[in-house]
């Protein structure tokens, strides 16, 4: 939608074509339907993920600065936003994922653009006048053609890897796909009656030189762990398991480091009768610090008698816990897609592919992707506009 409003608003004539019946089913389904929309704070190019040239990532990215996509979603598009400043994200002041996507189509609609809904493309036929194919057998005459397709996550809402097809058909190099933005599965039956517990904590995937880290609130579930950190990082694990690969996922449940807490357990002879559940509890939740101490059978344990294995042992569980995980959420629950088309296929300044001219591509269907808070909506704004108006100049 982005891409086609800059291209009528450049003096083409666009035509949208969109499987569903209405477009931007995707939207809805954001925030849970609040629609976190942006980001609050400009966004490090950094902390996107690609397998592509960060250099180009961060043209692509900078090329429409984050206040200037904010004041098009309060102008043209008439949106009402309001941030949350402990989250850092933005969303639309009422009405959610529905506000945003009606009207994002209102504004593409008054911009003169025709919009077709209910129709499949199967095939681009780069070196045809009538260059789009629909699976009907229709062909429409198209001089510039922009695939705005998205990836693979939520393929109910129509990503289900279609402009995958297309772009490799095409010649493009992609990047294998994998799930990003996901949850991950496992646990003890102990875990799962965790469920709804969150803490903020410091999650590490993998060791040496592939090792990632992250700090943020953890939340275990009835089917194994998710929350903000375990988002961001679960790409890592669902990357791995891709080649057969399980890596150590470890996780430090405070911001306390050994020497830290040796001195929290430290006996003393003020201690001589204190518990260590009690000591443990002034700094972690309680059902936390229960399920940890029956994994160690230290329940009943006092400072003053644990012994120096036992401190060591319950200083590893507390700095660096094994978390017992079996897999990653699936294309269904994933909220964007790793991998996609390599960004060294594309023109930065315009997204105009160079290996099929007058074919542009944006958005989820690309190798990038941010963490959560909005970063994900900013790259498909961003690259909608370039791919919009390059294919229109």
Not at 4 to 19: M, S
Not at 93 to 98: C, E, M, R, T
Not at 186 to 199: D, K, R, T, V, Y
Request: charged share 20%; hydrophobic share 40%.
């Amino acid at each position: 939608m982005t891409a086609a409003y800059h291209a009528a608003r450049a003096g083409c004539r666009v035509l949208l074509l969109d499987r569903n019946r209405r477009p931007g089913e995707k939207i809805l389904l954001s925030g849970g339907g609040r629609c976190n929309i942006l980001p609050r704070e400009i966004i490090d190019p950094r902390l996107y993920t690609t397998n592509s040239s960060k250099n180009t990532l961060k043209k692509i990215l900078l090329s429409w600065p984050l206040p200037e996509v904010r004041a098009f979603l309060e102008g043209p598009i008439g949106l009402r936003l309001i941030e949350q400043r402990r989250t850092g994200k933005v969303y639309p002041l009422f009405g959610g994922g529905k506000e945003v996507r009606d009207r994002l189509l209102s504004a593409v609609k008054r911009s003169g653009v025709t919009v077709r809904t209910g129709v499949s493309v199967a095939e681009v036929a780069p070196s045809e006048r009538r260059r789009i194919v629909l699976e009907t057998g229709e062909a429409i005459v198209a001089e510039r053609v922009v695939l705005a397709t998205g990836g693979l996550s939520y393929p109910r809402t129509g990503s289900d890897g279609t402009g995958h097809e297309i772009a490799r058909a095409l010649g493009h190099h992609l990047v294998e796909s994998y799930p990003a933005l996901v949850s991950l599965r496992g646990g003890s039956s102990a875990h799962h009656h965790l469920a709804g517990l969150s803490l903020p904590v410091m999650l590490t995937v993998g060791t040496g030189k592939s090792r990632v880290r992250a700090h943020g609130d953890f939340l275990f579930t009835h089917r194994g762990y998710s929350g903000p950190v375990v988002l961001n990082l679960g790409h890592a694990a669902a990357r791995a398991t891709l080649s057969g690969e399980h890596p150590t996922i470890t996780v430090s449940w405070s911001t306390l480091s050994e020497a830290d807490w040796k001195e929290v357990l430290a006996p003393s002879s003020t201690s001589s009768g204190r518990m260590v559940r009690g000591a443990l509890k002034e700094i972690l939740p309680d059902r936390l610090v229960d399920m940890l101490l029956a994994e160690l059978d230290l329940s009943g344990a006092k400072l003053s008698t644990l012994h120096g294995e036992e401190r060591t042992c319950l200083i590893a569980v507390l700095t660096s816990y094994q978390l017992p995980w079996t897999g990653c959420g699936g294309w269904n629950e994933a909220e964007v897609t790793g991998g996609g088309v390599s960004l060294a296929d594309l023109d930065p300044s315009t997204l105009e592919s160079g290996v099929i001219p007058n074919l542009y591509l944006c958005g989820e269907l690309l190798d990038a992707f941010g963490p959560i808070g909005g970063t994900n909506f900013l790259w498909a704004f961003v690259t909608g506009k370039l791919a919009g108006e390059g294919a229109a100049r």
